[in-house]
């Protein structure tokens, strides 16, 4: 059999054909041989739009079929690649379930190997007898039973003379498929267009920048990244490390941080307000307060006063760990500007926990005289005229503070709670409101130091790495459905010394009012369960003040459980609640639950966390409560949390606003984004306006689109 061809030369060199259209990485792609109208509207759903796009489309990942199998030297287990041809096919239909299932006898000179596909009777019609196939998947089957050897649901592909140097022969690149576009439609598509255009990519990286980091040219990596030739170790590429990816890793993480640092730039040059620090205000109120701060909270408290006392704009990230204790740390700084004649406002990214705050802080500074007002968009009187009239010194409150047609007298400080809601773009519509006020933001999310360094970039980062003293581990375990009566006995052993209950149901946005009726549902039952208790029900449907009356009640010990929806998640602090059931904690997300939890062991009482489970879940959901049995440590929970999700939907690129890294790999990828890092703040730094780079400039509005101001074209 000729399965080893001539090696490809032709994809080393561009297309030098007559007819050659000009087309530019921006030409749509239905102008692209070979797509046409048709077919451009399934590439969009790849995400591929332009020209560039497909260039850039790159496998995920790659197979060696230099070498295809034979059938008789499979090894039971492994992942292979085989070339062998159609025997039978037929559609099966089990007894019981009735399943469909489509199976194939297939040969080659040297045995037999059967393969089967679930509930796709339609494949059928691919198949004749005599047809060749390439098979790739696991080898399953007891090789030593005279059922012999089997595939299931293994990928193929008809195999055929006319195009073997694409799809055999060769290391071979496997692309995600959609429906009307097969992995080898696909490859097809890839093999053409790289081979004709190419040379449409420009080489936007500086001349040096390449050489200081042993980076390969554009071109190279991405041909070599589509159709290995000249490096063609399938186990690296397939980690996407090769010399090829490298370069294109560098890219993405360079244009990131080149983004960032043209930010952070920009904003450490905006002017912003001198505060002066005269300390009576702040001292009076950390003398007021029932603890002493910790030394993490004063480092940082420094850190914020040395900024505001500069004459430039700050832009501070604080993280730390639920229960650090930064909301002490915001007022000071809020403080500060109320001192010096500003106002201060903090948002936060739900009305309950606007409440919370309001709560909280009023309660904290009354006694200093500072006015505190309530914003959002549930609020009946608005104090709209307290606020533009300046008598507003602190105004809490949700987005409605920056989408309404809120007017501020003198905004000095805004603080932004949560920064997992809150996004470059974000921060831009603040400033455009007018203002230009120091701007910090709080995160409950801990990331670890070289993350933060990545995707808060723009910002000076504080961390909060210490809880106060006397806080109780909080002692997690899972429970399944079956051991209800053990999680009532544990409740009503907590209820009985005292102690308070949080019970949460979850809620998901798809099915809000299922959950809702759950939740519900629920507060009935426990009332039955446990007639002797006080329950209380909050949840996000509720009016603003029936809400906040629950939840004062509960405050001051007149209700026993409170039962929610994750409206809780965050802010909620009642030193009292020891206990806290979560129940469907398997439909939950990691940093979510985490978030749950610290709402208990606040009070130096121990504190317990039952994650009540429902099987089946995902194996993902197990690791997820898995984690919460095993750790308390914030910064724990976020590095599983990340690798459970992967760093694209952990961060959520796309809602922050910073470009989504497509093959980069925020962990894997660490030491190039360090290099790349460092190689985009020294350029920013010697050419603010990278003027000497025009193609790199093009390419960094490009990606960021529009959303760097200070690069002007
Ligand atoms: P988070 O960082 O999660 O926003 P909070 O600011 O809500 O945490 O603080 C959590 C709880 O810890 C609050 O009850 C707060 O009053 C208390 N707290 C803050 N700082 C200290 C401290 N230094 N010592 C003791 N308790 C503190
Ligand atoms: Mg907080």
């Given at each position: 059999m000729p399965l080893r061809m001539k090696k490809n030369k032709d994809l080393a060199r561009a297309d030098d054909s007559d007819h050659k259209p000009q087309l530019s990485g921006d030409t749509p792609v239905q102008y692209v041989k070979g797509v046409g109208p048709a077919r451009a509207r399934l590439l969009k759903r790849l995400g591929i739009e332009t020209l560039e796009d497909i260039l850039f489309h790159f496998p995920w990942r790659y197979e060696d079929r230099k070498d295809l199998r034979k059938i008789s030297s499979l090894k039971y287990g492994n992942h292979e690649t085989v070339l062998c041809e159609v025997v039978s096919a037929e559609i099966i239909t089990t007894p019981r379930k009735k399943m469909k299932i489509f199976e194939l006898a297939l040969r080659d000179d040297t045995g037999y190997l059967k393969s089967k596909w679930f509930n796709q009777p339609f494949l059928k019609k691919y198949f004749q007898k005599g047809q060749k196939v390439i098979l790739s998947g696991v080898v399953k089957g007891n090789p030593y039973a005279s059922a012999g050897l089997e595939m299931e649901n293994p990928d193929f592909e008809l195999f055929g003379n006319e195009d073997s140097l694409i799809h055999t022969s060769r290391i071979v690149p496997v692309y995600k498929a959609t429906e009307g576009l097969s992995p080898k439609q696909i490859r097809t598509l890839m093999f053409n267009t790289v081979k004709a255009?190419?040379?449409?990519?420009?080489?936007?990286?500086?001349e040096e920048v390449l050489d200081r980091n042993k980076l390969r040219p554009l071109q190279w990596a991405v041909r070599e990244a589509h159709f290995?030739?000249?490096?063609?170790?399938v186990a690296v590429l397939n980690r996407n490390s090769g010399p090829a990816h490298r370069r294109l890793v560098f890219d993405e993480f360079i244009l990131l941080e080149l983004g960032l640092a043209v930010l952070k730039k920009r904003e450490t040059l905006e002017k912003g307000t001198s505060f002066s620090v005269k300390d009576g205000l702040v001292n009076r109120f950390i003398k007021s307060l029932p603890f002493e701060l910790t030394e993490a909270q004063k480092r940082v408290i420094e850190e914020i006063k040395a900024d505001m006392q500069r004459p430039l704009q700050m832009n501070r990230l604080v993280h730390g760990d639920v229960g650090c204790g930064k909301t002490v740390v915001a007022l000071v700084s809020m403080l500060i500007a109320a001192e010096n004649g500003y106002q201060a406002c903090l948002m936060a990214p739900t009305e309950l926990l606007a409440e919370q705050h309001f709560i909280n802080i009023h309660r904290m500074v009354e006694a200093l005289g500072i006015r505190v007002v309530l914003l959002t968009?549930?609020?009946?009187?608005?104090?709209v005229d307290d606020i533009s009239e300046g008598g507003a010194q602190i105004i809490i409150g949700t987005h409605a503070l920056i989408q309404e047609t809120v007017r501020f007298k003198k905004l000095g400080i805004a603080i932004i709670d949560e920064q997992h809601r809150f996004g470059v773009v974000q921060r831009a519509a603040l400033r455009q409101k007018g203002f230009n006020p120091d701007i910090l933001i709080m995160t409950a999310t801990p990331i670890p130091r070289t993350l933060a360094m990545t995707l808060y970039g723009d910002l000076d980062i504080s961390v909060i790495e210490e809880l106060p003293a006397g806080r109780k581990p909080i002692v997690t375990k899972i429970f399944f459905q079956s051991q209800k009566d053990r999680v009532y006995s544990i409740i009503r052993r907590e209820l009985s010394l005292g102690r308070q209950v949080y019970i949460v149901y979850p809620l998901i946005e798809e099915s809000e009012k299922l959950d809702l009726k759950s939740a519900i549902d629920g507060a009935e039952a426990l009332k039955r369960i446990f007639p002797d208790r006080k329950i209380g029900l909050v949840h996000g449907k509720m009016h603003h003040d029936e809400r906040e009356s629950v939840m004062a009640m509960f405050k001051a010990g007149g209700i026993d459980m409170l039962v929610a929806t994750t409206?809780?998640?965050?802010g909620i602090d009642v030193p009292n609640a020891s206990l806290m059931l979560i129940v469907?904690?398997?439909?939950?997300g990691l940093a979510q639950l985490h978030q749950l939890r610290g709402r208990i062991g606040r009070g130096g009482h121990e504190s317990y966390c039952l994650l009540m489970a429902y099987p089946p879940f995902s194996e993902d959901a197990e690791r997820r409560l898995k984690a919460m049995e095993s750790t308390v440590d914030g910064f724990r929970i976020a590095e599983e949390d990340l690798a459970i999700r992967g760093p694209g939907d952990f961060f959520g690129t796309r809602q922050s606003g910073i470009p989504e890294l497509k093959i980069a790999n925020i962990i894997r990828d660490i030491v190039v984004l360090e290099a790349a890092r460092k190689e985009a703040f020294g350029l920013i730094e010697s050419d603010p306006e990278l003027d000497r780079y025009p193609l790199l400039k093009k390419m960094l509005q490009r990606k960021w689109m529009g959303r760097l101001e200070l690069i002007k074209s």
């Open positions: 255009h190419i040379s449409v990519l420009e080489d936007y990286l500086p290995p030739e000249e490096f063609t170790d968009s549930g609020i009946k009187d608005k104090p409206v809780i998640e965050v469907h904690s398997e439909r939950f």
